[in-house]
Structure formats: structure tokens, C-alpha cells
């Protein structure tokens, strides 16, 4: 082969899998008007520095069983930094192998997010933190128990003594609370391939991508799922246009209404932020749907009320796999001894 | 206060604190024929070459709950690095939040144990690994589940082809046994103030320190704990001299007699390795007592036939917290990602 022919195949070949360069800037400022790149930088949070000490602190506590009270789950056990920031199952199991009412959201770039849970019940990361340590089906821990064990290892009384300094009684419920969130603020993905579109480099999404992203803002999908994290921003109804099945939408589950009382909010959940969505299998508040083209549909239907094409389905699900960004990561922390202060282990369930 | 004066409290307080340098060199003498350092390089393991790529797939095979049958129980859930590498647990909690027969031994230093598990069933950490990922009541996996979930995943197919180069089928039970022994092999920790004091350091030992060294001696301890992991080197009945209450050392639980079917065997169990011992309460393999200095006394009387005194048992205590090294490091894998061929979890509990 002359060395002519072979660069007319490799130019063919670019021309196959990268738009022409004038179609992507038409694309990329479409897209800005609707998505933002996540910063390379640990964002500020509301009413809570976030400072070094305090991440380092939030990183024990976060891989901490003992804020269970077996002792056995901790903060990563459903939110594995390792999987995504989820455990990929459809509900998480929690204390006594009990099962919780919903799909595990993932932590990373959640501090995004407007609020927290499916149902934003939570307004922010650190009244998060509160909640799945005292569910009795997750960690069946209560504020009194965890204070008591912090309080019984050395250690803890020096980290959190660093991270709030001046404070009178720096180990508290809310101050672990604020530790946590700190450390949940530096889990972000920063440089996908669509963040790096974002800034311009367009050529590292190919044509299908591309073709995938223009679809996501025309069909409609990019209403819902906008900002940084394509989602969790808002609320909306699961079902605007056609409520999908009981096997994907449980009637026993009404969403937000659990938390506003209003009829109206009956089956409203926040819209999913979808970074990194390819990691988090299984889909949805149920996580019933593995498979992310067959929740593409789903959506589509359930939504827009669009029968999306397998084409359509693929090119937008090859365009949310550009969302996967670089996984945080950590050092995982040597823990504080235990002392005979230190509660035991409860490992029964009470009902 | 005069210059002279602080000096010679100083000095007062010097010698209050280190034995003089005599008696510390003929005391390290003699531990020496009992005791040796942990290296502060990998140890080599049989018919098992270590290498960088090997670790590497180890490391995130250790931590990976999808060789579970659940998707939620890791090695590293039982055996966490954080924590001295156990679980602070009486017995471990596994499948369907089921109850384990024994306490799990610490990971820690395990390559340098003559077998593993307390009656010594596995001899070597590749045996050992293929135990709990089938066990019913831990991980409840089997080989044929492992091999069809890590086939599943492409970064795991290259993973096992660099780890295990020129192997016609790289991914088998087998070699997932190996990469975790190899990576197991790296989890030790050196520089423990009784090893300096091994390499001839004898000031970072103060006087109650190497007075519970010379009884750990004179008593007779070291005749069981000796070697680099000061234990698990030899099997023993639990009461040689007097056995401990049931409370202590349950009826049922005969150790190695289930191994050997040898009458002479029962209650016989692997003298437990002590190195980070105050990190992995509670003690003894039915993780019955938390409190070190009572397994010190418990061991008095059952092993010894010897009462000892408060004053003794403070002082043996205090050197056993000299063995606490320098704990492993561990940059927290980013785990391969799941797909449609991946086995889903399986959360029932099957009898």
C-alpha cells in the first residue's frame, strides 16, 4: 500500500468518526447553554469550610463500620468508592441483612446535587449524613451512640480537636456530620471526555457521541437532566407522560409526597444527575432496569413520551458513557484503636 | 531552677524510664533466640511469584465485594486494613448477616504464619483465600460464580493476562487465589518499637516495656509466641494446664480435631501470631474477651498454670503494645465495571 492511499483511508476514517469541525462548535455551544464541566477544584459548600483537616477526618469516618452499630457498615459500604460511589444492587442491604427501601444514589458529585435522596429530603450533604447512620435498616446507629464511640478513641479526640479548632466539644453528631460532607465535597470526576468537549477540545467525542448529544438536547432529556451532574436539580414526575410499569415504578413508593404532603408531588422524585451513570447499574429510584439503553427507553417513553429508536437509544447511551470522569482517589485510612470505652457491637435487629 | 539541677531530674527521669544499658543488651540477647524482625521488605511465598502486576490485581480483588455472592462482603469487610486487619468483631458476620464460628484473624503479617485459619486447615494464603469466598455463612460464592463474574469484566481480563503472562485462560479461581496471596504478602508492618528494639535500638523500650518482655520470657510465654509473629507457628491444646470456662472456650468448637480426627487434638488450635495485637481485640478464637490484659491472664492460668500478678500482667501488657508496626498503606482500588454479563447479586440465604 502507498503511503498516499493509506493517509486517504486514515483521513477517511477521521471523517467517519469525528463530525465536521463546524457541526461540533454549533453542537458545543448548544450544549453550553445547557451543561456545565464539573471544576477541577473541591467546591465550596454552604455554612462549612471545608479544610484539609476536616477531609482527613470526613476520610475516616466515611470508611468507619464503627459508626454502625455492628460495627460491620460503613458510609462506603453502599457508597464504594470503588464501584462508582453505589454497590450496585438494587436496594441497599442493610443492618441485620435488611433490605432499604431504595436504589443507593452515588456520593460522587453529589455535593452538586440541590439536595439529597431521591426525594431531596436532606438539603445539603451534611444532613445527609445524618440520615442512613440512625436508619434502622442501614446503619441502626443513633446520635448518643456514635458521640460515645468517638469519644472513646484517643485518636478521634485529636482529628476532631484539628478540624474544629476552638470549638468546646469538637467531637459531636453534627460535627461528624461536617466532616463527612467535607470529605464527600472533594469526591468529584472531573476531565470526562464530555467535560473536556465542554472546554472545547471537541474531537474527543466521536461522531455517535456527538450524534448522541444532540439527540439528549432535542428529544428533550436535557430539560430535566442539565447543569453540572445532567440532573439532581430538580423535581418531576416519574411518569410525566406515561407512568411506567409497577415492576420499575413500586406503587408503594410515592416519591416526594412522602416529604411535601402534596398531591401533586405523588411519584416525583428528583431527576437523576447521570455522571458516571455507566458505573452506577442498576438504574432508577427501584433499581430494577441494569440496563442503561433499556432506561434510555424507558425515559423515553415514561417522559417524553417518545418511542425512541434502537438508533436513537444507542447513540444516546454511547454520548452518557462520555460522562464517566476520573474516579477520586484515596488513600484509605488507618482507623482509630478501639478502648474498653468503646460501645460493643449490637448486632440484633430491633423491630 | 538551675541548669544543673533540671539535668539531673532529667537524668533521674532517663533512668526511671530505660533500664541501663546492660541489662537491655543482655535482655536483647536473649530475645533474640526466641524473636525476629519483621523485614521491611515482601516476603517471597511458594510456588507464587510475586510481582508488581500481581499486587496490583491483588489488591483489587481484596476489595472487591462482587466475589461474593451478594455483592457486598469483600475480604477486606472482614479482614479491614483500616483496623488492624480484622474485624473488631466476636465472630464475623457474613451471608445473610449469618454469624461465623470464629474470630477472623488479622491479614496482617499472615504470610509469616506456618498455616492459616486457627487450626492451621490452609497452608498458605492462596488456600486460605479460596475458603471464605465459598463458605456459606461469609461470602457464600462459588469457584464457577468467581470465574463467570470476573470474566465478565474486561479490565478484569487484562488485569489476570498481565498478572499471569503466557496463561492460555488467565482467569481462574486458582490465580484469583494467587494475585490475593500476593497482594497479602505486602501487608505486613515493620518498624514496630519491638523491632527497632530487635535491631539493637534498645531506648525505644522504656523499663515497664522490656520488664514484660523478660516475663513474656521467664514465664514461658515465648515458648509457644516466638518466631517473627511471635505465634503461628505451632499448634497447642487451648488448657494445657487448666482449661478456661466455656464462656471462653465453647464445648463445641474442638479446633484441629476437625482437621485431623486425632483425639490428642482436641481443643488444639494455632497459638494466635501477636504482632498489632492491641488493634484486634476481641481476642482468642472465640473473640470472647476484649480487654488484653485479662486474655493475658486467662493465658496465665490455662497455658501456664501461673496466677499472675496485676503488676505482671501490666507489664507483659505493655510490651504486647511494643509489637504494633507500621501499618500497610493502601491507595483504594478503582474496581473493574460491571456489565450484562455480570452475575447479578444473590441475597437469599440458601440451607
Chains 1, 2 share one sequence.
Not at 467517519?16 to 464539573?38: M, Q
Not at 451534611?126 to 442512613?132: D, E, F, R, S, T
Request: glycine share 8%; hydrophobic share 40%; aromatic share 8%.
Amino acid at each position: 500500500m502507498t503511503t498516499k492511499s493509506l493517509r486517504s483511508m486514515l483521513a477517511c476514517a477521521v471523517f467517519l468518526a469525528v463530525p465536521t469541525a463546524a457541526l461540533s462548535n454549533d453542537l458545543l455551544e448548544e450544549a453550553k447553554d445547557y451543561f456545565e464541566p464539573i471544576p477541577s477544584v473541591v467546591p465550596s459548600v454552604k455554612n462549612n469550610a471545608v479544610t484539609g483537616d476536616k477531609i482527613e477526618l470526613g476520610k475516616m469516618l466515611f470508611f468507619d463500620p464503627r459508626l454502625s452499630s455492628s460495627a460491620l457498615i460503613s458510609c462506603n459500604t453502599c457508597h464504594n468508592l470503588g464501584m462508582g460511589g453505589d454497590d450496585n444492587l438494587e436496594t441497599s442491604i442493610g443492618h441485620g441483612w435488611q433490605k432499604g427501601p431504595r436504589n443507593a444514589p452515588t456520593v460522587l458529585n453529589a455535593v452538586f446535587n440541590i439536595a439529597q435522596f431521591w426525594d431531596g429530603r436532606a438539603e445539603d450533604l451534611k444532613a445527609q449524613a445524618k440520615g442512613p447512620v440512625q436508619a434502622g435498616v442501614e446503619m441502626a446507629s443513633s446520635p448518643a451512640r456514635v458521640e460515645a464511640t468517638l469519644k472513646s478513641m484517643p485518636a478521634y479526640e485529636v482529628a476532631f480537636a484539628k478540624a474544629f479548632p476552638g470549638e468546646d466539644s469538637p467531637i459531636s453528631f453534627d460535627n461528624m456530620a461536617k466532616a463527612i460532607e467535607a470529605f464527600e465535597a472533594t469526591l468529584i470526576t472531573p476531565y470526562s471526555r464530555f467535560d473536556q468537549f465542554l472546554e472545547g477540545n471537541t474531537k474527543v467525542m466521536n461522531e455517535e457521541e456527538q450524534a448522541g448529544l444532540q439527540l439528549f438536547i432535542d428529544t428533550g432529556c436535557a430539560s430535566c437532566h442539565a447543569g453540572v451532574n445532567l440532573g439532581g436539580e430538580g423535581y418531576y414526575p416519574f411518569g410525566v407522560v406515561e407512568k411506567p410499569g409497577a415492576d420499575v415504578l413500586p406503587a408503594g413508593d410515592k416519591g416526594r409526597f412522602a416529604v411535601t404532603q402534596t398531591a401533586d408531588e405523588e411519584y416525583v422524585f428528583r431527576a437523576g444527575p447521570l455522571r458516571n451513570i455507566e458505573l452506577t447499574a442498576p438504574y432508577f429510584h427501584s433499581g430494577k432496569v441494569w440496563d442503561l439503553e433499556q432506561a434510555v427507553a424507558i425515559m423515553g417513553t415514561s417522559q417524553l413520551g417518545e418511542d425512541l429508536s434502537d438508533d436513537e437509544i444507542k447513540k444516546i447511551t454511547a454520548f452518557l458513557k462520555t460522562l464517566t470522569g476520573e474516579q477520586p482517589r484515596v488513600d484509605y485510612p488507618i482507623l482509630p484503636v478501639e478502648t474498653s470505652e468503646t460501645p460493643k457491637p449490637e448486632l440484633m435487629v430491633v423491630k
